[in-house]
């Protein structure tokens, strides 16, 4: 006990400057990564997989075999107009359709199989009936992520538009004079003849968050991780005898228990993944018994959310052993600050710049939400994300393994052992 007034040390200076570096650091970089990762989506776009299927059948114009919609597919194909932004995949219905419904394309245009025969039949002088406007089909996937469904739309669209306005000045040109023949309104259907339909590529059900609860699901995981590992942490110091426990305005403190740190660790570690298996459960339980969430394959997503919530959390838990008192930023950083902006959930990892598309190559929030993606929306499919997503976290559990012990073994074999509540009490320093 001293009679140092505890207001007296908001004089030190070494207070002020550390805690404004750091909470200073901790908000420039929240901004960085959470901004700067989406500032300007569209332009950062590149290589964005959208689908070009040609179904048209062509038609036998004056003798002569014209197919029409193989002549837009390779224009656009070959259009500089998107850039790099777009990487245009030909493929056929059947596989535009299974890579919709694996999350690997963002949309798709589609021309249909009567293409040609309804835009060819615009230039009749003397129809029989009126004729049918030839259509082409976007094709949109939310289930891959809103504003990247959002960037495909636009770009087909655009590229839909651009081969209607150019199909025009064909047909115009192939009439030639005998366009006067036609009726003023067949001549304006003439210049612009193709419709443009939107329609959803991979249909989700109604309570899918629009594409967004796997994201929402998987973020719940990791946070629910990630503090477990901190109260487990606490917890755990607390039987020890190694800090105190305040319940309110008791203060509670255990004989010691002196336990090396790799033990610590070790005990801590067992906890998070026995209570996992109740975290987990409840994370489920809370979603799809209680807020009704569109889910199947329930083992499987009630399994791969136990295994992420207990990798999550030994993960965190070798940072706080490691670094210690600051290791509660350092997981706020690894496993919210860099992981969000990079899960590739709401903007697209194509269209990030290209550090934060380095992040998202190991970042846990990504693998996590890529399975669970697959179990939501792609019917569990390997290849949909579900086997990256296992590869991904049994690869960070044994890096946080390997990291974890070897460190705090090192630690203990160079006697930095942890320094107990139950010191002797020596001279209180005087802030400065």
């Keep these: 006990m001293t009679g140092i007034p505890p207001f007296r040390v908001l004089r030190a200076k070494p207070l002020w400057i550390a805690n404004g ?28 997989p959208v689908g070009l299927v040609d179904a048209d059948k062509g038609a ?4 002569k075999q014209v197919d029409l919609g193989a002549q837009i597919t390779e224009s656009i194909k070959k259009s500089t107009a998107s850039g790099d932004k777009i990487d245009w995949k030909v493929m056929d219905e059947k596989e535009v359709k299974e890579e919709l419904g694996k999350g690997k394309l963002f949309g798709a245009l589609v021309v249909p199989a009567d293409f040609t025969t309804s835009a060819t039949a615009l230039t009749a002088t003397a129809p029989t009936a009126t004729p049918a406007r030839p259509t082409l089909t976007v094709l949109t996937n939310q289930s891959a992520g809103s504003i990247g469904s959002g960037l495909a739309r636009t770009a087909t669209t655009r590229a839909a538009e651009n081969a209607s306005l150019q199909l025009g000045k064909e047909l115009t040109a192939r009439i030639g004079t005998a366009q006067a023949q036609l009726p003023a309104a067949a001549r304006v259907l003439l210049a612009d003849p193709a419709a443009v339909t939107v329609e959803d590529g991979h249909p989700l059900d109604s309570h899918s968050g629009l594409g967004l609860t796997a994201f929402y699901y998987a973020l719940t995981l990791v946070v629910v991780g990630m503090l477990s590992a901190n109260v487990i942490s606490g917890q755990v110091d607390h039987v020890l005898g190694y800090t105190h426990n305040d319940m309110g305005p008791r203060r509670l403190h255990r004989p010691l228990i002196r336990a090396t740190r790799v033990q610590t660790l070790a005990i801590s570690s067992i906890l998070m993944a026995a209570l996992s298996l109740l975290t987990g459960t409840l994370v489920m339980a809370g979603a799809v018994g209680i807020m009704g969430m569109d889910a199947s394959h329930l083992p499987l997503l009630w399994l791969y959310s136990v295994c992420a919530v207990a ?14 008192t600051p290791g509660m930023l350092v997981v706020t950083l690894v496993f919210i600050g860099m992981a969000v902006p990079t899960a590739g959930a709401t903007t697209p990892i194509e269209a990030l710049p290209g550090f934060y598309r380095f992040l998202a190559e190991f970042e846990p929030l990504r ?5 669970i993606r697959s179990i939501l ?8 994300g579900l086997t990256r997503g296992w590869v991904m976290m049994a690869a960070g559990l044994v890096a946080a393994v390997l990291f974890g012990f070897g460190v705090l073994g090192w630690y203990d074999r160079k006697g930095l ?8 009490p020596g001279r209180t320093a005087v802030p400065a």
Excluded: C, K, S
């Design 21 to 48: 570096l750091i909470t200073g650091v901790l908000a420039l970089m929240f901004a960085v990564f959470y901004v700067g990762a989406n500032v300007d989506p569209a332009d950062h776009l590149t290589q964005l």
């Design 60 to 63: 036998a114009v004056a003798g």
């Design 311 to 324: 990798v999550t959390g030994i993960g965190a838990l070798t940072l706080l052993a490691v670094f210690g």
């Design 367 to 371: 693998q996590i939400t890529g399975g």
């Design 377 to 384: 929306y792609y019917d569990a499919q390997g290849d949909a």
């Design 417 to 424: 052992h942890r320094i107990p509540v139950e010191t002797t």
